[in-house]
Structures are given as structure tokens and as C-alpha cells.
Nanobody, 124 residues
């Protein structure tokens, strides 16, 4: 499975961005897609997750109510809609794919494949 993230950029605080993650290869093996982010000097952290077939979503408390994870199975693409962005949301955003239906959706080790990441910068 190969993952290609896109859609990052620079936005003012309070603005919106949507990042996308296109999957290719053995996409039928994907059980879950996840979004993580890593800010400068910080560890990578969980942002959101969605199951590929059922569309069940989980969002970190820090983004709940502002970010929405979705997917278009026909296009093999997952999306992260980010609204009401804050400067502390500035980070490189990574998408990841998991093949196993493990319950621990927020752990990086659950995911088998990772995209290269896309930069999101929120100015104050």
C-alpha cells in the first residue's frame, strides 16, 4: 500500500484546510486509516482515525469539534477537514493505513503504512 498526502498549506488562525490521503496498491487490505501530526520539537501524536469500510471515526480531544475525518472508498482517499484552525495546529500531518482490526487506533504501532506528510502552518 502506498499513501500520498496532499492539501497542506498556510492559513490564518480561524481558517480551514482539507488534507487528503490517496491510497494505492493493495487497498483492499486496509482496515483503518489514521491521521497523525508532528509539530517542531514534539513527538508525533494521534489526530483522527476512520475505518475503511464502516466509516467509524475517532478524533483526539484536542481537535474534536474542529476536525473531521472522512473517506471516499470509491476514490481510495481519506480526508481530514480542519476548521477553526489554531497556531498550535501547525505541524506536519501524516496519514497511515492499518491492515489489522486492532482496537488501539491511536497508537502509531497499529499502522503498517505511512505517507510522507504534508505541512500545515497556521499563522496568528
Amino acid at each position: 500500500v502506498q499513501l500520498q498526502a496532499s492539501g497542506g498549506g498556510l492559513v490564518q488562525a480561524g481558517g480551514s484546510l482539507r488534507v487528503a490521503c490517496a491510497a494505492s496498491g493493495r487497498t483492499a487490505s486496509i482496515y483503518r486509516m489514521g491521521w497523525f501530526r508532528q509539530a517542531p520539537g514534539k513527538e508525533r501524536e494521534f489526530v483522527a482515525s476512520i475505518t475503511w469500510s464502516g466509516g467509524s471515526t475517532y478524533h483526539a480531544d484536542s481537535v474534536k469539534g474542529r476536525f473531521t475525518c472522512s473517506r471516499d472508498s470509491a476514490k481510495n482517499t481519506a480526508y481530514l477537514q480542519m476548521n477553526s484552525l489554531k497556531p498550535e495546529d501547525t505541524a506536519v500531518y501524516y496519514c497511515a493505513a492499518a491492515q489489522s482490526p486492532r482496537l488501539v487506533y491511536y497508537r502509531q504501532g497499529t499502522y503498517d503504512y505511512w505517507g510522507m506528510g504534508t505541512q500545515v502552518t497556521v499563522s496568528s
